[in-house]
């Protein structure tokens, strides 16, 4: 023992004393962060889940309204084709006379070319 002991016991016992001092304040202050992670976490959370809803709903809209317009384009297109139907029946010679005009200048072009 030296001269000194009682004074090297008193500054470990401080320095113990400080050390546990720290350690808690650490852990106080990683409780706090933790807390207030999970509430920035469960925001952002909150956010994505009525991101993710708003998304699904406009997709909704989206389908459905492509939908009605493809239903809107085949409806066009049938009434299209029956009115050219109608058409080529009512004219039947027009259009088989113009069928053979283009089949026989299709037949001088080509046959000249070959």
């Known amino acids: 023992m030296g001269i000194f002991s009682s004074s090297e016991s008193r500054t ?4 113990k004393d ?3 001092e720290l ?3 650490g852990a106080r202050a990683l409780a706090r962060y ?5 509430s920035t976490g469960d925001k952002v959370r909150s956010r994505l889940r009525g991101a993710g809803d708003q998304i699904g709903q406009r997709w909704h809209q989206a389908r459905d309204r492509v939908e009605d317009e493809g239903h809107r384009a085949w409806e066009l297109t049938e009434e299209g084709a ?3 139907d109608r058409h080529v029946h009512e ?3 027009s259009y088989i006379g113009a069928g053979a005009a ?3 200048v299709a037949g001088l072009l080509l046959g000249r070319r070959f």
């Open 82 to 84: 029956r009115d050219l």
């Open 102 to 104: 283009i089949g026989l």
């Open 18 to 20: 400080y050390e546990k």
């Open 91 to 93: 004219n039947a010679w």
């Open 12 to 15: 470990r016992r401080r320095l």
């Open 34 to 38: 933790e807390d207030e992670l999970d």
């Open 23 to 25: 350690n808690k304040r």
